[in-house]
């Protein structure tokens, strides 16, 4: 069963067996009412994290094997049990684990009370008895009292009429996307993959851009952005969209910036966004390779996305440089020990150099996932962010010169003063060389830069990750055992 790139929302499932939703990355559950118990889990099926969010669970949720999870704004009447490395809850309500460091066979349980910023996602909703839909546009919400716990109260979202929204499907010309925005309406992609020659820049504030189905946006050939949001462009929010890297032109100018896949703001350009009215992103996946569509070494970018300006909020994003990929007609796998129908991806093919580059100040995320980058997976930059659950995979098919790179699964820039990162997970599946990282996450000493619960896990093959946190910690060399910070570990600016 495909555990990936799927989604549920806005129901309510009263099964007297309960509700089973056994997922990975790329596959939220959002706005739901479970009237009885949860599985997040199927047996011993795969199932290796995912993203649960303004959801009410009258019985018990069961986290079973997941590696590990973020809950976010949800009330857990019955209780919750399992999970085996990291579950993360921000803003939770109900019976609601105590906080755990976590051990080799127990997850690390790592609650945060009262977030500071709270956005939900957009949806489109009937109205009249089924005669038309409204875009209902949640507000961003600051007191205590609305940024914990499940939240379906219509009075706190923008009812927008479909007259001033712009429904957009496959089969039509894409250049209506950007007809509709330059015009001031809000879009919605209906399922299908659209094909863009040029970038989808939104100039206008508070526009919606909501993709449903899983709608997929392909970048265009010169390697620019499949959107792009101009600075000082306050309360965009963007959401349900796939984003992904197409087959370079290799005739074509390069493009003025490095190429990326979502640019929000210009590099450069002071943008520090507006507090009360920030951006957002919801359920927002890169994607570099995977599917047949063309050379694995012309499908590539630099950056997956590059946040430049500030008070924007991510909630659920993954960016993901395909480790494996479809074969092509009459193609043999490379590595059929490890699987005979998918190619495994190798160190020059579907190129990132760097997952995800955060500039702007004031940057929150809520689930962010960044995997198989060449070269640092997540660089940040900007002060005052606070990420609740990091999960990163290092890339699989490179070589011992990796490691001597020095790349790091979580880099804070030298400058940054202000930053808090709760439960880290950073893995290592070495497949081609003895590659060695000397440590996952790097910092400057700052008192006012905390890790929470971060972690380490080799999760197979060769070498592994050496230390945690700048140097310190345990090494990462045994399949499968996760290795943490003890309590009080000495490191001035990191607590545990």
């Given at each position: 069963m495909d555990t990936f790139w799927r989604s549920g929302e806005n129901f309510a499932s009263y099964a007297k067996q309960g509700l089973k939703w056994a997922v990975s990355q790329a596959a939220p559950l959002r706005r739901v009412h479970v009237g009885?118990?949860?599985?997040?889990?199927?047996?011993?099926?795969?199932?290796?994290?995912?993203?649960?969010?303004?959801?009410?669970?009258?019985?018990?949720?069961?986290a079973g094997g997941q590696q590990q999870y973020l809950m976010r704004n949800v009330d857990f009447q019955g209780g919750i049990s399992g999970g085996a490395w990291s579950m993360v809850h921000v803003g939770n309500i109900g019976d609601v684990p105590a906080s755990s460091p976590g051990t080799e066979t127990s997850p690390a349980i790592t609650v945060v009370d009262t977030p500071k910023v709270r956005i939900e996602k957009p949806y489109v909703a009937l109205q009249d008895g089924g005669k038309r839909f409204d875009l209902r546009v949640p507000r961003p919400l600051f007191d205590a009292e609305q940024t914990v716990g499940p939240l379906f109260d219509v009075t706190l979202e923008d009812a927008r009429d479909f007259t001033r929204v712009r429904v957009v499907r496959e089969d039509e010309p894409v250049s209506r996307i950007q007809e509709a925005l330059d015009d001031g309406k809000d879009v919605v992609l209906a399922p299908g993959i659209f094909y863009l020659?040029?970038?989808?820049?939104?100039?206008?504030?508070?526009?919606?851009?909501?993709?449903?189905?899983?709608?997929?946006?392909?970048?265009?050939?010169?390697?620019?952005p499949c959107i792009h949001v101009a600075p000082s462009v306050a309360g965009v929010h963007i959401a349900g969209i796939m984003l992904e890297a197409s087959e370079k032109d290799t005739n074509m100018p390069s493009p003025d910036m490095p190429a990326t896949l979502l640019e929000w703001g210009d590099e450069g350009v002071i943008d520090a966004g507006q507090k009360e009215s920030p951006g957002a992103l919801f359920d927002v996946f890169c994607r570099v390779g995977g599917a047949t569509i063309g050379r694995r070494d012309a499908i590539a970018v630099d950056t997956m996305m590059r946040l430049h300006s500030g008070n924007i909020v991510g909630d659920n994003l993954w960016l993901w440089r395909a480790d494996h990929a479809e074969l092509g007609p009459s193609e043999e796998a490379n590595y059929p020990n490890i699987s005979t129908i998918f190619w495994q991806t190798e160190k020059n093919e579907y190129r990132v150099e760097t997952g995800i580059e955060v500039f702007g100040d004031d940057v929150t995320m809520y689930g962010l996932a960044v995997e198989h980058a060449n070269g640092h997976q997540t660089v940040w930059s900007g002060d005052r962010g606070v990420v609740h659950f990091y999960q990163n995979e290092f890339p699989y098919g490179v070589l011992r010169s990796y490691g001597e790179s020095d790349f790091r699964g979580f880099l804070l820039k030298d400058h940054v003063k202000e930053h808090d990162l709760y439960s880290p997970g950073i893995y290592s599946n070495f497949r081609n060389d003895n590659v060695v990282v000397s440590t996952a996450i790097e910092h400057p000493e700052s008192p006012f830069i905390t890790i929470h619960n971060p972690f380490t896990v080799k999760l197979d093959n060769n070498g592994g990750i050496d230390s945690i946190v700048n140097d310190k910690g345990g090494a990462a060399h045994i399949k499968g055992i996760p290795i943490r910070m003890p309590l009080g570990a000495p490191t001035a600016s990191t607590t545990f």
């Open positions: 009885n118990d949860l599985y997040l889990h199927d047996g011993a099926a795969y199932a290796s994290g995912g993203h649960l969010a303004n959801t009410k669970v009258d019985g018990h949720t069961y020659d040029v970038t989808i820049k939104i100039r206008t504030p508070n526009q919606v851009i909501l993709g449903v189905g899983l709608a997929s946006l392909v970048a265009p050939s010169d390697g620019s």
